[in-house]
């Protein structure tokens, strides 16, 4: 290849991204697009794509880089969600001692999806510490809990009650297993920026063939923070009844220092979009009242502080929300993306249109078990249904499942060519 | 006494239910009578989740009501519990082999004993063999298979399978839940039906073993 054939690929290559992210953006802000745009997205998928096994998918840096762009330049999609940063964490975990995921190898088989581990890993009676200072609280009790590294801290003091001299006798705290289970942070650390600089380089390389990220920073609900990886399900819905003033405080303790992570997180990076997923404020989980007081509040102000630094919040309402749809309109228009996992999209259509860019929503079940005229089928109802005017991207429930079927996944990203073009 | 047990539970005003079983054992009254008052409660509790007023939160503070009351109760009885009421039929329950998700399945546990099924648990990453051994051993009506995950669509079909393989399907009732699982599941699963939460596990246990 001469130098201007190659000029003219980059010129291709940088009209092609600019196509991609401005039809992603018109969906966002509700306006039409030049045709339904959809994202890549999967925890595992590209690991039965290329016949490698799981626990590959989740150690192997540079083979799901591969394999991801062998598929995004098969599928062509708007936008990527790498899944590197959700699932290349094999190495580091396992120099960490990392307690609350069991993985391929590590509690599960070898072609299993890894899963987190629902169980108290804060008392009851410590959301008073909690709320008190919670860097503390994570830093001596939290931590230790979830990671072996971590563990020689629980006998580290409160520092900031240590001034003068007894500021110098702080430093005996600091003992040999201090040192060594920093020394372990610093490995796992290692190993973690080169899982992390896996992720930049695929960004920029992706970005190279003219495909914009479809998602970089993710965070929880404030509810979800304590639900899913302190008090355990159990625990907060307990919480919910016995302990809803200290429940509530945490969560307004949290709720900026989560925003904060979010934004420095989100930094200067060109991916605006913030993956927000939902786990315990969907249907049945809680009533309407207790998902208007517990979950809703907190998330909104997530939401809105997102939305206030300039980025998008993608927010993932697992299983149904029917209930929430009106609840959850109260955001500003034409800023963010509601991607539904159950919820009837033409529901949601009806309610939401006028706030918010939809996403979703092709059974896994159909991916996994239909036929591609299945899914042709039911794409091209949402295509024309919830798609005619824009406000929409199209993906599966939860993107493409780990098993689903090679050719399903074709026919749904066949679909916007066929149907919304 | 035990009129006020019953509205307490049945209202999540735990406190105060506990306070009434402690004052009623302590004046002597039947041990014996504040379960039969518990299972009254429960009665309650299933019927507004039914309807749609209660959510899992009162039904994981109602279980653990229970189970403190239990704690306070039961070693004063003599002679144990009187058998179980539990009389509707046997479920055998688990979450399917690869998956390690039990809340969803716990829920349908609860549920179903709140209303009289006597259910087998047989825990969560249930191997194949474990299904087919079970069944062939006790009998169950009615099995029920749990998955989380999109990988337990598989391993769903998997047991079903060898259940037929083991000429063991025809005498039994199988619903499957949790998670994604659909219409479209159920089909490709073989398996009888697919419920959406607990209430439907109930339902369809009424439905097939009503006598």
């Given at each position: 290849?001469?130098?201007?054939?190659?000029?003219?690929?980059?010129?291709?290559?940088?009209?092609?991204?600019?196509?991609?992210?401005?039809?992603?953006?018109?969906?966002?802000?509700?306006?039409?697009?030049?045709?339904?745009?959809?994202?890549?997205?999967?925890?595992?998928?590209?690991?039965?794509?290329?016949?490698?096994?799981?626990?590959?998918?989740?150690?192997?840096?540079?083979?799901?880089?591969?394999?991801?762009?062998?598929?995004?330049?098969?599928?062509?999609?708007?936008?990527?969600?790498?899944?590197?940063?959700?699932?290349?964490?094999?190495?580091?975990?396992?120099?960490?001692?990392?307690?609350?995921?069991?993985?391929?190898?590590?509690?599960?088989?070898?072609?299993?999806?890894?899963?987190?581990?629902?169980?108290?890993?804060?008392?009851?009676?410590?959301?008073?510490?909690?709320?008190?200072?919670?860097?503390?609280?994570?830093?001596?009790?939290?931590?230790?809990?979830?990671?072996?590294?971590?563990?020689?801290?629980?006998?580290?003091?409160?520092?900031?009650?240590?001034?003068?001299?007894?500021?110098?006798?702080?430093?005996?705290?600091?003992?040999?297993?201090?040192?060594?289970?920093?020394?372990?942070?610093?490995?796992?650390?290692?190993?973690?920026?080169?899982?992390?600089?896996?992720?930049?380089?695929?960004?920029?390389?992706?970005?190279?063939?003219?495909?914009?990220?479809?998602?970089?920073?993710?965070?929880?609900?404030?509810?979800?923070?304590?639900?899913?990886?302190?008090?355990?399900?159990?625990?907060?819905?307990?919480?919910?009844?016995?302990?809803?003033?200290?429940l509530l405080a945490a969560m307004d303790r949290a709720t900026p220092i989560i925003l904060k992570g979010l934004l420095e997180m989100a930094g200067q990076n060109p991916c605006k979009i913030v993956f927000l997923p939902m786990h315990w404020g969907l249907d049945g989980f809680m009533s309407p009242d207790q998902f208007k007081t517990f979950f809703w509040p907190h998330l909104r102000k997530v939401i809105v502080g997102l939305i206030e630094a300039g980025l998008v919040p993608l927010v993932l309402w697992e299983g149904d929300c029917t209930s929430r749809l009106e609840t959850i309109a109260d955001i500003p228009a034409g800023k963010a993306i509601y991607w539904f996992e159950r919820t009837d999209l033409f529901r949601a259509k009806a309610v939401l249109g006028d706030v918010v860019c939809l996403r979703g929503n092709v059974p896994a079940s159909m991916l996994n078990t239909g036929t591609p005229q299945d899914v042709r089928e039911y794409c091209k109802k949402l295509i024309e249904g919830v798609g005619r005017d824009g406000g929409f991207i199209l993906d599966g429930g939860i993107g493409i499942p780990d098993e689903a079927r090679l050719e399903n996944v074709r026919a749904m990203f066949q679909s916007v060519r066929d149907f919304s073009a | 006494m035990l009129e006020e047990l019953v509205r307490t539970i049945a209202d999540m005003e735990e406190e105060l239910a506990l306070q009434v079983v402690r004052e009623f054992v302590s004046g002597g009254g039947d041990p014996q009578q504040v379960l039969d008052a518990c299972r009254e409660a429960m009665d309650l509790v299933g019927k507004r989740f039914e309807d749609g007023e209660y959510f899992l939160p009162e039904l994981m503070l109602a279980g653990d009501l229970l189970e403190q009351i239990s704690a306070i109760v039961k070693p004063l009885l003599v002679g144990g519990p009187q058998a179980s009421a539990n009389t509707a039929g046997t479920v055998l329950i688990g979450t399917v082999h690869g998956d390690l998700h039990d809340i969803g399945k716990n829920i349908v546990v609860f549920m179903l004993e709140v209303n009289g099924y006597n259910v087998i648990d047989l825990g969560i990453d249930v191997p194949v063999e474990d299904f087919v051994d079970k069944v062939r051993e006790l009998k169950p009506p009615v099995l029920a298979l749990s998955g989380f995950l999109t990988l337990a669509f598989d391993s769903m079909k998997e047991t079903i399978d060898a259940l037929s393989d083991a000429g063991l399907r025809d005498s039994l009732k199988i619903m499957i839940g949790g998670g994604q699982v659909d219409e479209a599941v159920r089909s490709y699963t073989n398996a009888d039906a697919f419920g959406l939460n607990a209430m439907d596990a109930v339902s369809l246990c009424r439905q097939w073993l009503a006598a």
């Open positions: 290849m001469d130098e201007a054939t190659i000029s003219k690929d980059a010129e291709d290559m940088a009209r092609d991204f600019d196509e991609r992210q401005k039809r992603i953006d018109d969906a966002i802000a509700l306006r039409r697009p030049d045709r339904v745009p959809i994202i890549y997205y999967t925890m595992f998928w590209h690991a039965s794509y290329a016949g490698i096994t799981f626990k590959e998918a989740m150690y192997n840096y540079a083979k799901v880089s591969e394999v991801t762009k062998k598929i995004v330049l098969e599928l062509k999609p708007d936008a990527v969600a790498a899944p590197h940063r959700a699932t290349l964490l094999g190495p580091t975990m396992e120099l960490m001692g990392y307690q609350q995921l069991r993985w391929p190898g590590h509690g599960v088989g070898e072609n299993y999806s890894y899963q987190y581990i629902d169980r108290e890993y804060m008392k009851p009676e410590e959301y008073d510490d909690y709320i008190e200072d919670p860097g503390w609280f994570y830093l001596t009790r939290y931590l230790p809990r979830v990671a072996e590294a971590f563990a020689p801290m629980a006998g580290l003091p409160q520092p900031a009650s240590m001034q003068h001299t007894r500021l110098v006798y702080l430093t005996r705290f600091f003992t040999d297993e201090v040192a060594a289970g920093f020394a372990q942070l610093a490995k796992a650390g290692r190993e973690a920026q080169v899982a992390f600089d896996s992720a930049s380089e695929f960004q920029v390389e992706m970005a190279g063939l003219g495909f914009p990220m479809g998602q970089m920073a993710t965070g929880p609900a404030p509810y979800d923070y304590f639900a899913d990886n302190m008090r355990g399900s159990k625990g907060i819905m307990l919480d919910l009844f016995r302990r809803k003033d200290k | -």
